[in-house]
């Protein structure tokens, strides 16, 4: 396994890593203030093309791939949560699909635009009824000539109040299951599609998430994503390629944490020396320090596995359930080592333990990570062991 990245990825990292710690870091207080991202920070992200990172080259995008991907997460991890959220949200879960399964025709309408910041994509799955249940989809798409007649609603999408292009799945054929759902590319000025309110969140603030509407939506049949009732697997595929990148976020966090509380340790004094003395913060230290690494070599073995080609199910699972476990754990002793610093809005330890939160249940809870885990141990133990009977 190779993680090294290129000379120009490394230049790229430095680079990114400077706009991230100088630019958009100190005024990391005023987009938790305003609940807003600074449109100068938009520009610069697209100039850098930030929103082009799973992108190919031939459609405007930087064209690499995942470890260098996770590469550039990470540094943009080290930031606002809600910055990072909006970001990764569009270059993962909001444009792999039509990336990975789009028709040469959608991918040249599309991509394009999405690579260069001025289309904002978005991932549109959860229901009010189907969240961790994805196969309980009551969104439903029925075919009429040459469109599709969409009618549902789904809701915790994140950039839907600005995005302009969304991934959707609608169910095509309700008597066959999961068989029988479908993913749709659909442009937000579609007929039909209806935005609902923006979400007031505990945490990730700057990302806007909403209720989204379809009433007698019109979809073109040629925005079908892929093949009519493949969209779940079409959509696990998505959630599944974008968990490393997740992780990879969750670790910028994490480190960042680190590094503050490494600073705050030895800056603060109590008992007439620095609190680092003290052998109990010592050891939250190193815990922090041994989870964040044990991330980074999870994560980063999970990019090389999505680059080679390889079924990443069960290691993209556990990077996703690892990535959110260790940013809590983090943020938690961070807070403790800051003491009642750590609990006061002025100062960014409290504003990572909140955003740290919502990692546990986007794009599949802790839970549900574990249960995909325990499905392929089983998978793979029956393969080894095709007699044995299971009830």
């Not at 904002?120 to 009429?144: C, M, Q």
């Not at 068989?179 to 590319?185: C, V």
């Not at 670790?251 to 603060?268: C, D, I, P, T, W």
């Amino acid at each position: 396994m190779d993680f090294k990245l290129s000379d120009e990825l490394i230049e790229m990292k430095k680079t990114i890593r400077d706009f991230i710690d100088n630019t958009v870091d100190p005024i990391a207080d005023q987009i938790e203030r305003e609940d807003k991202i600074p449109d100068h920070i938009y520009k610069m992200s697209k100039e850098m093309g930030l929103f082009g990172l799973s992108i190919p080259e031939e459609y405007g995008g930087l064209g690499i791939g995942m470890v260098g991907k996770c590469g550039i997460y990470e540094e943009i991890g080290r930031t606002s949560n809600g910055y990072t959220t909006v970001i990764g949200a569009h270059t993962g879960i909001g444009s792999v699909g039509i990336v990975e399964m789009g028709t040469e025709e959608q991918k040249r309408k599309y991509l394009p635009g999405m690579a260069s910041g001025d289309l904002l994509g978005a991932f549109a799955l959860t229901e009010p009824s189907a969240g961790s249940n994805a196969v309980a989809l009551k969104t439903k798409a029925v075919r009429k000539g040459d469109k599709y007649i969409i009618n549902g609603s789904k809701h915790y999408i994140t950039n839907a109040p600005t995005a302009d292009v969304f991934t959707v799945m609608a169910v095509t054929d309700s008597s066959k299951g999961a068989k029988g759902i479908t993913s749709f590319i659909i442009e937000k000025d579609f007929p039909g599609l209806v935005i609902g309110k923006k979400e007031e969140k505990m945490g990730l603030r700057g990302s806007h998430s909403s209720e989204v509407f379809f009433e007698d939506c019109e979809v073109p049949v040629e925005n079908v994503l892929g093949v009519e009732g493949l969209g779940y697997i079409n959509a696990l595929k998505i959630l599944a390629n974008g968990r490393a990148g997740l992780a990879a976020r969750n670790l910028g966090s994490s480190q960042k944490l680190l590094e503050l509380s490494v600073k705050y340790a030895h800056e603060r004094i109590q008992f007439d020396k620095p609190i680092f003395d003290q052998q109990i913060i010592q050891h939250y230290l190193a815990e922090m320090a041994l989870d964040v690494e044990t991330l980074r070599s999870l994560t980063y073995r999970v990019a090389w596995m999505v680059d080679e080609g390889m079924n990443v199910i069960k290691e993209a699972a556990m990077a996703k359930l690892q990535g959110s476990e260790i940013f809590n754990r983090v943020a938690d002793k961070a807070v403790q080592i800051h003491g009642g610093i750590g609990y006061i809005r002025e100062y960014p330890i409290e504003r990572y333990y909140r955003d740290a939160r919502i990692t546990k249940i986007y794009e599949g809870t802790s839970e549900i990570q574990k249960n995909i885990i325990a499905a392929q141990l089983h998978k793979d133990y029956m393969k080894k062991n095709p007699t044995v009977v299971t009830g």
